[in-house]
């Protein structure tokens, strides 16, 4: 079955080619499509083009199919070219000629977009969830860390004290920074295209304004011609900001495989956490974030896959940005299942808590000395020739302590400051007023 089929049998080889993936990408929208076309029918019958009869069974099949979608028990037939073509023949099945009224005042075009945009703000959520959690982890372990001093790095070479506090305390305050571009691109993403039909409106008297409420949206995407231009314009800039969080999550995972050698011996994992070597006993790798760190960078090259379909395109609808769900849905189950597997390994990381005790540490606190010596009135210029001078004499003996007090120094790491403006991003979101707007609908 196919919407747009007028009794004319499309080639086989033409038809496989053209559905492409469609069936099985589809099912990740298929709970989205559903709630998009009961809010879509809710405003049919209020402009008159369903009766309420109608309304009231079409509406009760509907959830029972959200119900199915949402067990992972939709299934897309045979012959049947997309989950909308599935939703409505299992209507007219089971309904009658009356379950094809669902498809008034709409196209493919807008329903996809509407489903893109709820599985993309849905995914969303799920994503600003794991990585919540995530920092609050980062900032536990910072918490539980700030004593214990580590070697900080320019041009991997030693440089200045550093902590792991300070570390993982980096880490979490980075990814607070790629939540705020990820609050940017939902803010784009939830804005509704429905009712803009194949990208030039209806002659219906549609009320958009009321699915967008229903559907919980912050506002509409008013032009419908635009509408239909954010096909893939939508895609791509939240790609770039999953893209920026993955980015750093993948340095995170390339200082844990630095760190884990034995030339540094700063971090280590369970052994359960590692994996061996076939012919070397000794071996305990960092396989897990090894994989992380190439997922991520795989992740990374997305934006710029669908920057390539879409960036020749003219406005209007074209079937090249079938090619953008490929690439771009799956996109959240891989990131997620990074976040996930960073936060249970940290979670059960060990830190070197006498690093600094190996001689060839005694020089980042070089900086330490020459401070010491301009506090006691000594110009810094001269004061650095000091040190300089006892280091190349090999006369050099530091204090191995640290006294730094300004905000977000090793004493002072601000872990509350990046936790309440991680709490403060994340209640910007809006999460709850959409879940009670599709709670509403579902009632």
């Known amino acids: 079955m196919k919407l747009w089929e007028k009794g004319i049998t499309l080639n086989k080889a033409i038809e496989d080619f053209t559905v492409g993936r469609d069936r099985e990408l589809d099912l990740y929208l298929a709970p989205f499509d559903i709630l998009g076309s009961m809010a879509h029918i809710i405003m049919l019958e209020s402009v008159g083009l369903l009766e309420k009869e109608e309304l009231q069974v079409l509406l009760a099949k509907l959830k029972e199919l959200y119900r199915i979608a949402e067990s992972g028990n939709f299934v897309i037939e045979d012959g049947v070219e997309d989950v909308h073509s599935q939703v409505e023949l299992m209507l007219t099945k089971e309904l009658g000629d009356f379950g094809k009224k669902i498809h008034s005042g709409r196209s493919r075009n807008d329903q996809v977009l509407l489903d893109l945009k709820l599985f993309t703000r849905n995914a969303i959520s799920e994503i600003v969830e794991n990585t919540s959690v995530l920092i609050d982890i980062l900032l536990q372990r910072s918490k539980e860390t700030k004593e214990i001093l580590m070697p900080g790095y320019t041009h991997l070479q030693i440089a200045m004290p550093s902590s792991f506090g300070l570390w993982f305390g980096a880490y979490a305050e980075s990814l607070t920074d790629d939540l705020q571009l990820l609050h940017s691109s939902f803010k784009i993403t939830n804005q509704n295209p429905l009712g803009s039909a194949a990208g030039y409106g209806s002659s219906f008297p549609l009320n958009r304004q009321m699915t967008t409420n ?22 791509k800039i939240v790609s770039f900001a999953m893209a920026n969080l993955a980015a750093t999550i993948s340095k995170l995972a390339f200082d844990v495989c630095l760190f884990m050698s034995q030339n540094f011996n700063f971090v280590s994992l369970p052994a359960e956490f590692t994996t061996g070597s076939s012919i070397m006993p000794h071996k305990k790798n960092p396989d897990v974030f090894e994989l992380i760190r190439a997922r991520c960078n795989k992740l990374q090259g997305i934006p710029n896959q669908i920057s390539l379909i879409t960036n020749n395109l003219p406005s209007g609808y074209f079937r090249d940005l079938q090619m953008v769900k490929e690439i771009f849905l799956p996109m959240f189950c891989e990131l997620n299942d990074c976040i996930k597997i960073v936060a249970l390994a940290l979670k059960n990381m060990s830190v070197n808590t006498h690093l600094l005790e190996d001689e060839k540490y005694d020089y980042i606190f070089s900086v330490e000395e020459v401070n010491k010596l301009v506090l006691q009135g000594i110009p810094f210029r001269e004061a650095y020739k000091q040190v300089s001078t006892q280091i190349e004499k090999n006369e050099f003996k530091p204090e191995k302590k640290v006294a730094h007090t300004h905000a977000g120094s090793i004493g002072n790491l601000c872990i509350d400051k990046i936790s309440a403006k991680k709490a403060t991003l994340i209640k910007n979101f809006g999460f709850e007023q959409i879940e009670n707007s599709i709670s509403e609908l579902l009632k």
């Open 214 to 235: 229903l559907l919980g949206f912050e506002n509409m995407n008013y032009n419908v011609v635009y509408a239909q231009m954010g096909r893939g314009k939508v895609e």
